[in-house]
């Protein structure tokens, strides 16, 4: 970069720019003096301003093993550093449903596997990964690598050498063993091996990774996750149900690249109102997580209710304003121990710290309301107290802005005060020399600035003043040439010569003064580093349960009933995106128990609100497993462990499967992995082939439900095959509902209203007129359907049988006049 772009030293009662993030970054602008100006300019008003974090996304390194059922997998954040391990758990083919749960959470950019995965497995992975990337949800690359280079013992001995902020200091080897016991079970091998492959990935690729020649990984946290307690539900489910709807990026370049969706209308667009952007991240965690632990999500019914109240207005409001400034700060830290962190990461730090304190101080007052504020409220806040404390009298943050350096406050050591001093009381003899140099130069050159390197000492920089000068044109009189940086040329002169004498290294002596004050308070920062990623962690779940509030008091949800009961009892339910999008909605009752039946068969005409009504309900269950309130006037949920749905059919090239082998492959899911506590919902299928065998398996597939008597899931089931009843058991666990309707003038009314009952007719004729199907058209179709009915001929159509006799006399006459 040109040195004019560079920054400046502090002056005499006036705060330059000091060294900013430059191509040369030994390179230190003191001042800058322009022709046909009085004084020197100061070049701190081309300081760069304050700007937000580097990257809003952030990319993960998955590593996954699968072995005789089993599923070990280990991730790792790029730009916060932060370790993840699995505990291994049950995954069976050839679906691998934890693997997917497990894709979907941590969203990958590189997924990394074994070269003796089994093959089916592989399979899975590749079509995971495929059909992303043609529905636009982001590209993820897929490497494998070599199962001699990455055994099981190389990875676990790469895992005992792991070193980590917040273990105990001066441990010996075995002392470190014993810690990393603590948060690795080096029984479980598959999550044992995919961790210790993710660290010797990191090893031998981090220069690819990072494009960082200097740098190696840096990990500031281990954390366990589990998939023990999710409720199962595949993609097909979250699209069908429209919780996510991910929205590609207009723009061609930018389509398909990681991070570039927006979300369109979904449950996830109408809960994310979180304050921060750990907030939002967790929420996206929390929303495909939903949890079958009834102590967790009593746990979070208690926060909203809380928020919910009148009363706690007041007290949220000044929690949301501190959440604000609530970062990931591991990000922020690994800039800092690399001492390449920009003044407004220390501030971002030290707003961390300082609203991460008032938060526990404001739970304090609160705690009784429930589990998790007086989690909050008990969290050891004293440690963060102190590091912001010393972060307070430590650095000047103001002065920090301006010089775009870490800089320390006056009186904090008094060394670095007489530097300063010295180095003040002299800026105005830099200034002074660089004006005298622009009088002495050629009046072709408009503008020189004083610059200091610290092998070279004090340099005149000149900006070329043509393109491509020889040496002899670059040549100044009293000027020695030094060399060339871009388009500035700089040059060692007398009055250069006399700085170098008089100041000598004052200005890198004090950066490097307060870099070492500076390393010294990121020392302290790091040993209390597990105190703050654990507040900031419980932070960002009360953001999430505050979001979840908000949306729940607008909208008057209702707390649900948990229950370990199978059941699902809905009093007066609604669609939670209907009730946004449209003004009228007619809610209705849903019940699945032993008494009320587990499978429901809704018949009723085209729109008349099947499948919202389903819909509904699905959302329901859901959201009652993240901990929301739900749209009802009352509701019991039972805790489902699955919930399945045959309700969309996206089509995609890549996939090579139609609608209809579609709908077969997510029928056939849930046949396979639902079991007695699961939520299936089946949306008309059998549409995409033939009536006889579109019924046929649909009527086999019931049949297999019913036959599970009071094993048999909670289904809910819509259907046009109105004789469906003739071909499925008779059992009372299975119940007929239809949504109600009235004809008038010969075209169907829609009332919404869910009945007990069956519909003769799915009046889709009438439905047709009603959409702007012409008349004719409507009453030829009828007449063909009363012929099928009665096993006939429908009769003849006149102008179709007219038009016929035109080409046939016309064929006709053509072949008498041949002459054959």
Request: hydrophobic share 40%.
């Amino acid at each position: 970069m040109s040195a004019s772009t560079s920054a400046t030293t502090p002056s005499a009662g006036q705060h330059a720019s000091a060294p900013s993030s430059t191509s040369n970054q030994n390179q230190f602008v003191i001042a800058t003096c322009r022709r046909n100006r009085d004084v020197a300019v100061d070049s701190s008003s081309n300081a760069n301003p304050e700007t937000t974090d580097d990257s809003d996304s952030d990319e993960k390194l998955l590593v996954v093993y699968s072995r005789s059922g089993k599923l070990g997998a280990a991730y790792y954040t790029l730009q916060t550093g932060e370790l993840f391990i699995l505990d291994e758990i049950v995954d069976r083919p050839p679906e691998y449903q934890m693997f997917l749960n497990l894709y979907r959470q941590v969203s990958p950019a590189r997924l990394v596997l074994d070269g003796k995965t089994q093959g089916a497995f592989v399979n899975t992975v590749k079509q995971t990964v495929f059909h992303n990337d043609c529905s636009d949800e982001g590209r993820c690359r897929l490497v494998f690598v070599s199962a001699r280079e990455y055994s099981f013992e190389a990875c676990k001995r790469r895992i005992i050498s792991l070193s980590l902020p917040y273990e105990p200091a001066h441990c010996t080897e075995e002392e470190r063993t014993l810690f990393l016991r603590t948060v690795v079970d080096f029984n479980q091998t598959q999550s044992v091996h995919a961790l210790g492959a993710l660290l010797r990935y990191l090893d031998l690729n981090w220069t690819n990774l990072n494009f960082d020649m200097q740098s190696k990984p840096q990990f500031f946290s281990l954390r366990k996750i589990s998939l023990e307690d999710i409720v199962t539900i595949d993609e097909d489910t979250y699209r069908g149900l429209q919780i996510f709807s991910a929205v590609a990026h207009p723009s061609g370049f930018k389509k398909g690249v990681q991070g570039s969706n927006k979300e369109g209308l979904s449950l996830f667009h109408v809960y994310s109102k979180c304050c921060s952007k750990v907030g939002h991240s967790r929420m996206r965690v929390l929303f495909q997580h939903p949890t079958t632990d009834l102590a967790t999500l009593t746990r979070r019914q208690d926060v909203v209710a809380f928020f919910m109240r009148p009363q706690s207005d007041s007290i949220m409001r000044n929690i949301c304003s501190s959440l604000r400034f609530i970062k990931n700060v591991n990000g922020i830290l690994a800039k800092i121990k690399a001492l390449s962190a920009k003044p407004h990461q220390w501030k971002s730090l030290y707003n961390t710290l300082y609203n991460a304190v008032l938060i526990c101080e404001m739970c304090e007052g609160v705690s009784e309301a429930g589990e998790f504020l007086e989690q909050l409220a008990s969290c050891d806040n004293n440690k963060l107290y102190e590091m912001a404390l010393y972060m307070n009298r430590i650095i000047d943050f103001d002065l920090s802005k301006t010089e775009g350096k870490f800089t320390v406050k006056a009186g904090v050591d008094p060394e670095l005060d007489l530097k300063k001093q010295t180095m003040a009381s002299l800026h105005g003899l830099m200034s002074e020399t660089a004006k005298v140099e622009l009088d002495r130069l050629p009046t072709f050159i408009e503008e020189c600035s004083m610059v200091y390197m610290p092998h070279l000492g004090y340099l005149l920089g000149v900006k070329a003043w043509a393109d491509n000068l020889t040496m002899e044109q670059k040549e100044l009189p009293d000027m020695k040439f030094m060399f060339q940086n871009n388009d500035y040329i700089h040059y060692k002169s007398k009055g250069c010569e006399e700085l170098d004498v008089m100041i000598g290294d004052t200005y890198p002596e004090i950066v490097a003064h307060e870099t070492r004050i500076m390393m010294r308070l990121t020392t302290l920062i790091m040993e209390n580093l597990d105190t703050l990623a654990s507040v900031i962690n419980k932070c960002a779940e009360l953001d999430c349960l505050i979001a979840i509030s908000k949306i729940s008091k607008e909208f008057n949800f209702v707390r649900p009933t948990l229950t370990t009961d199978k059941v699902i009892d809905i009093k007066q339910g609604k669609h939670p995106l209907q009730i946004i999008t449209c003004d009228n909605f007619v809610p209705n009752d849903a019940k699945s128990s032993s008494q009320a039946g587990f499978v429901k068969i809704l018949t009723g005409p085209n729109s008349s609100g099947k499948s919202v009504y389903m819909k509904q309900i699905g959302l329901i269950v859901y959201l009652t497993h993240i901990g929301s309130f739900v749209p009802a006037e009352s509701a019991t949920i039972g805790i489902v462990s699955h919930i399945y749905t045959r309700i969309q059919s996206t089509e995609c090239i890549a996939a090579h499967m139609s609608a209809f082998l579609i709908d077969l492959r997510q029928m056939a899911l849930a046949l396979q992995e639902s079991t007695s506590n699961s939520l299936v919902i089946i949306d008309e299928f059998g549409k995409g082939t033939s009536e006889v065998d579109g019924l046929a398996l649909l009527a086999a597939c019931l049949n297999t439900f019913l036959f599970q008597g009071e094993n048999c899931p909670h289904v809910y089931l819509s259907t046009h095959f109105l004789n469906i009843k003739e071909y499925i058991v008779n059992s009372p666990i299975v119940k007929f509902l239809q949504f109600e309707h009235m004809v008038q003038d010969g075209e169907p009314v829609f009332l919404f209203r869910v009945t007990e009952g069956g519909v003769e007719s799915s009046f889709a004729h009438q439905v047709a007129a009603a959409s702007g199907i012409d008349a004719r058209i409507v009453r030829r179709a009828g007449l063909v359907r009363s012929a099928l009915m009665k096993n006939a001929l429908p009769p003849e159509n006149k102008r179709i049988t007219a038009k016929l006799k035109s080409y046939t006399e016309i064929i006709k006459t053509e072949l008498l006049t041949e002459d054959i």
